[in-house]
């Protein structure tokens, strides 16, 4: 007989989150430490999301998406997880650049950057403080007429390296580019330079492990291979969601799935004004991603001095074309050294990631993305041999994903990274008062998705719920089916 995963479920919680990605995560365990009845519903056989991993035999470990966040990762998992958890968060200290414009190391901070574009970059130091104070004095209700690139041309015109060097891994970290408006990327930016890049030691398996130890100890009751297929609402009031064929009661639900799958394919279309509908429909994506993982032979190290993130780029100039093409002159290369896990043997592994589109890979007949999937990783070895000298023959395992890998583990549409575009933010947030009880909490904009944007939607969102939960029984709405 099949296993049924949903033995022992209640036919109603006081809130049901779908998904278990950072920002369901987080919700959940919001609602169950106060003291509300959740169940968890997550697609996958693992929680996480894209942050995620995958085990090799022979005691290899790959991360996906745990490259670098900025340092409010620490203060959001005391609060919101455990001190556990944030005591294990570390900084990286040598991020790389390589490009033709300019190889340099520094540990990606206010003072460092400083030091560098007045050094280096030879720029002066009224209009290297003034460009800080006005990233850092960003706001989410800002302007956002300015683009990204305008902000740089009004400070640095005409320097082409200066924006190669303060844009490329925030474009690395979140997909933004020189159109998108300026607030969006100020906030990400200064997040980092705050202090610099962290990381979880112990890897995205030790993490995700802390943190379902600590929703099961808040109550959350957690179904993996449970995907929700409906979210059910009537006269525009959630009622449950449908899963695994089994109708489940909530006077809350709480949509961790992509914007567009949350509105397109779980929701009743009837239930939101057809102006929001057209609204939510013009959000546009942000682009998808592919990744090589090479592992090397258990006897071969990788000394630090070559960094733990490296922008390599043999592009000639910084353009956001050529940061997606097909023809890849770009890479990210996270080096991780025995430290990343230090309670796992000691491997070195690496992971080079690349924006992408997904109209480059989906479509494809299978030997000829088999083809490009191995014309990615040949590649990815040549450009690491500049940094890894002898690679090919160090290396003992090497895989490649691609957008339809991020897709399939995910559902999101086209396999995107970072969830939608800036404009994604207002439909995400207009959820609720198009039909009451329901929310999004997904990667939306640059500033609500990552590591740290995820969970802090997901703390936002649980507050939100709180709220609605703590008025209705204030006013002895009576629970939905409960
Ligand atoms: C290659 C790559 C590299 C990245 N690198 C970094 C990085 O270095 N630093 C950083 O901060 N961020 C990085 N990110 C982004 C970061 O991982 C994400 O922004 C963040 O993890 C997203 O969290 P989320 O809460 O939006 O949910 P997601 O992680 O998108 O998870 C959503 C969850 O919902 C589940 N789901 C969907 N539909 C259903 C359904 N119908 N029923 C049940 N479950 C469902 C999915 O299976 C998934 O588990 C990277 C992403 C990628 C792809």
Redesign the pocket.
Known sequence: MPRDFLTGARDAYDVIV???????LTCANLLGRSGHRVLL????YK?????TWFKRPGGRIFD??????PVGMIKSCRRYWTSEIADSIVPLRRIRFDNPMFSLTTTFDRVDFTRLLIDRFRLERAAVESFFERARGMRFYDDQSTTVGDLFESFFPGREDVVRLLMEPITY??GSTLEDPAIAYGIVFSNFMSKGVYIYEGGTDGLIARMGRELRRNGVDIRIR????RIVAEGRRVRGVV?RGRFIGARAVVS???LH?TLF??LDRQQVDPAFLEEAESVRLNN??T?VYMALKPEESIDESTGDLLFSSTARSFRTESLLGRDITSRTFSFYYPRTRPHAPPRHVIVS?TNARYEDWVGLPDDEYARRKRILMETTLDALDRYVPRARDRIEHVEAATPRT?ER????PSGT???TKFEGLKVSRGVPEQVRGLYH???VGIIM??????IN??VIVANEVENQLMAESRTRVPANDA
């Not at 519903?41 to 996958?44: M, P």
């Not at 996906?64 to 966040?69: A, V, Y």
């Open positions: 779908i998904g278990g990605g950072l920002g369901g519903l997550e697609q996958h929680l996480g999301g894209l942050a996906i998406s745990l490259h670098g966040f970290a979140n449970c995907p929700a297929e899963v961790n799935a992509s799958a394919r779980l998808s991603s990744q990631s991020f583990y995910t559902g999101h990274s970072f969830g909490a997904g990667s998705s990552g590591w740290l944007g995820a939607y997901g």
